[in-house]
């Protein structure tokens, strides 16, 4: 079951696709994470150069 070997081919295309998944989505999360960490330190500098 755990390797999709029961329903043949198209259940491990389905697994493969679910595993691919499962490793992409805490990637491109930290990625985003770190681009709006940068968002938010660029808006606080460009905030502060203005009150200057």
Same mark, same amino acid.
């Given at each position: =079951?755990?390797?999709? &070997? %029961?329903?043949? =081919?198209? #259940?491990? /295309? %389905?697994?493969? /696709? ?12 930290? %990625? ?16 502060? &150069? &203005? &009150? #200057?």
């Amino acid at each position: =079951m755990h390797t999709g &070997a %029961i329903f043949g =081919m198209p #259940s491990k /295309i %389905i697994a493969l /696709i679910v595993c691919v998944l499962g490793v992409t989505f805490p990637i491109t999360g930290v %990625i985003l994470w770190l681009n709006r960490l940068q968002k938010e330190k660029k808006k606080k500098q460009k905030h502060l &150069a &203005a &009150a #200057s």
